[in-house]
Nanobody, 128 residues
Framework: QLVESGGGMVQAGGSLRLSCALS????????MGWFRQAPGKEREFVAA????????YYADSVKGRFTISRDNAKSTVYLQMNSLKPEDTAVYYC???????????????????????WGQGTQVTVSS
């Protein structure tokens, strides 16, 4: 089970940190990531990290502003979001895939996962 927390409302230029805890599974065997879905738009990739945090990946739209990290001892992945913009407003979903590779597969700019593990989502609203 994936449980997100940390969403909320913030003004443009502000920061938020999302957390996602994985329970019931061996966290260190999973690559972890974040996707988001804005109203009327398709779900899009935001960031991902390998099982040990050795490699990280970002969408161009968030590169330099967002940072993904993980704490395997706490079975938690984080998304630190800085310099937030109104266009970052969306429901953010945590995603997991059982994968202990040192790199993650991507196609057309999105993380390709074999498993369909999603959290329930957490709302992030950035006001101008």
């Amino acid at each position: 089970q994936l449980v997100e927390s940390g969403g909320g409302m913030v003004q443009a230029g502000g920061s938020l940190r999302l957390s996602c805890a994985l329970s019931g599974r061996s966290f260190s065997r999973y690559a972890m990531g974040w996707f988001r879905q804005a109203p009327g738009k398709e779900r899009e990739f935001v960031a991902a990290t390998t099982w040990n945090g050795g490699s990280t990946y970002y969408a161009d739209s968030v590169k330099g502003r967002f940072t993904i990290s993980r704490d395997n001892a706490k079975s938690t992945v984080y998304l630190q979001m800085n310099s937030l913009k109104p266009e970052d407003t969306a429901v953010y979903y945590c995603a997991a895939d059982q994968d202990v590779s040192e790199t993650l597969p991507f196609s057309s700019g999105t993380w390709v996962r074999l498993n369909d593990y999603w959290g329930q989502g957490t709302q992030v609203t950035v006001s101008s």
